[in-house]
């Protein structure tokens, strides 16, 4: 069974930082494209970041380019998102997601979720 | 690039059809089929229920069909049932430098 248990999440100020950790089971992370995808308070669903298998390709929406950096860690079977200069309109849920990507592109795994909470 | 458009809320009655629309642009949408529909029920995470447009994933019902047409997509349920009320969120690859992925507003389906 596919699990993906993020952590990380918190409160912090306007323009600090926090690190998204999320560990993978249950399918061979290394074949797989990653995900990070958010969701504000009382919103839709807002695609983060993305990594392929290898690390060779990251991609990010443009209100986090900059900001947000994605990594792995494929031997420890863990996903990451190092969030800087955090601001008050990243606040949500973020998820991790297993990315189908390549041929066909579609979200088929979700992590439960962590709550990020940027605020003074 | 911008959010596609669903339309804020649909209901209908057991056993009627309902159907969500998700317009999008030829950059989304109608340049790429990989249109995928996710359901969400509060507090809880999205779950895949319609990916490549309109093929299903192992376990969900045929009661949910997906279609495509220009820049439109469509999610159906059939014979609707009491626990299909959720929020349904489409996605589209986008594959522009903006985002690689838009999602749409999102549509809640209330059973009446």
């Known amino acids: 069974e596919v699990q993906l248990v993020e952590s990380g999440g918190g409160l912090v100020q306007p323009g600090g930082s926090l690190r998204l950790s999320c560990a993978a089971s249950g399918f061979d992370f290394d074949k797989y494209w990653m995900s990070w995808v958010r969701q504000a308070p009382g919103k839709g669903l807002e695609w983060v970041a993305n990594i392929k298998q290898d690390a060779s390709e990251k991609y990010s929406v443009d209100s986090v380019r900059g900001r947000f950096t994605i990594s792995r860690d494929n031997a420890k079977k863990l996903l990451f998102l190092q969030m800087n200069r955090l601001r008050v309109g990243d606040t949500a849920v973020y998820y991790c997601?297993?990315?189908?990507?390549?041929?066909?592109?579609?979200?088929?795994?979700w992590g439960l979720g962590t709550v990020v909470t940027v605020s003074s | 690039q911008s959010a596609l458009t669903q339309p804020r809320s649909v209901s209908g009655s057991p056993g009627q059809s309902v159907t969500i629309s998700c317009t999008g642009t030829?950059?989304?949408?109608?340049?790429?089929?990989?249109v995928s529909w996710y359901q969400q029920y509060p507090g809880k995470a999205p779950k895949l229920i319609i990916y490549d447009v309109t093929k299903r994933p192992s376990g969900v019902p045929d009661r949910f069909s997906g279609s495509k047409s220009g820049d439109a997509a469509s999610l159906t349920i059939s014979g609707l049932q009491a626990d299909d009320e959720a929020d349904y969120f489409c996605?589209?690859?986008?594959?522009?430098?903006?985002?690689?992925?838009?999602f749409g507003t999102g549509t809640t389906v209330t059973v009446l």
């Open positions: 030829s950059s989304d949408v109608g340049g790429h089929n990989d």
């Open positions: 997601v297993r990315d189908n990507g390549g041929s066909s592109n579609y979200f088929d795994s």
């Open positions: 996605c589209s690859y986008a594959g522009t430098y903006s985002s690689l992925y838009v």
